[in-house]
């Protein structure tokens, strides 16, 4: 097995997964590099692997490693994985990486295939962020919730009852798998969003594309007061904002860089 890593400016990465992706569909890694840069990783067997050019031409650059790895993806984890603090305040990790030191809470969260939200996409480590700026209390409702960090994040900070929303049963899956793990109670329910209104809850969390938004925005109960946006890109921001502003709703706080993130209150 290889790994193969591209290093890439931050607001290049997405449109360089996006092409991508199709070559090397076994999954992809992104990790902010203290220089600014993004490292974007992949793992592929050797034979598999498309030809270098065509590599370079999807990734918009020959600035590229490739090393041998083991096969089993735990050994592949312990010694690729990587650990996350948020705010220094919570600490994510995967089941594989070693335990902190005890000073920060720790979620431990296992992705499953197709589940998204983990903690290593940066939409997902903004969202905690945020959720960190409120104070706990009241229904919490992950809309999006991929392997579960934020519903479980919250459910470990104090929100009741939790509830997290997927349209991908491997997602809710591995969300009640994980909220097990770490010893807290959430509700997870497989819901397509453009179709269905989310649960109600004063506290929403919408990791998502610009197309749910604009469901979620248009039907938002009344109950809700915070929303945390995120799942779109800079370009897309202002109409993403937008429709939560036509809903009676106002950012507090923006966080990001192509990807973005904001908080959402309800004016008045």
């Keep these: 097995m290889l790994r193969i890593a591209f290093t890439l400016p931050a607001e290049a990465a997405e449109e360089a997964i996006d092409a991508l992706v199709p070559l090397l569909p076994r999954g992809v890694h992104q990790r902010e590099l203290a220089d600014g840069s993004t490292e974007v990783s992949f793992y592929e067997h050797a034979a598999d692997l498309p030809p270098r050019e065509r590599l370079e031409a999807a990734a918009g650059t020959p600035d590229w490693t490739e090393e041998e790895v083991p096969d089993d993806p735990l050994e592949r984890r312990r010694l690729h994985g990587r650990a996350w603090e948020i705010a220094g305040r919570i600490r994510v990790r995967s089941p594989g990486d070693p335990p902190g030191d005890g000073s920060l809470p720790e979620l431990v969260i296992e992705s499953a295939a197709g589940a998204f939200g983990t903690g290593a996409h940066p939409t997902t480590r903004m969202c905690l962020e945020l959720l960190l700026e409120l104070e706990p209390g009241g229904p919490f409702a992950d809309l999006g919730c991929g392997a579960g960090v934020l519903a479980i994040a919250a459910a470990r900070l104090g929100w009741a009852p939790v509830f997290a929303v997927d349209h ?19 509700d997870a329910l497989e819901l397509d969003l453009t179709s ?23 039907g938002l109960a009344p109950a809700v007061v915070h929303v945390i946006a995120s799942g779109f890109v800079d370009s897309e921001r202002a109409d993403v904002l937008a429709r939560y502003e036509a809903a009676g ?20």
């Design 168 to 186: 991908e049963p491997r997602s809710v899956a591995a969300t009640r798998r994980n909220a097990e793990r770490n010893g807290v109670t959430v």
């Design 196 to 218: 269905v209104a989310p649960p109600p809850a004063p506290t929403l969390a919408a990791n998502v594309p610009p197309a749910v938004h604009e469901a979620l925005a248009a």
């Design 249 to 268: 709703f106002e950012p507090r706080a923006r966080l990001g860089g192509g990807w973005q993130a904001a908080l959402l209150e309800r004016a008045g």
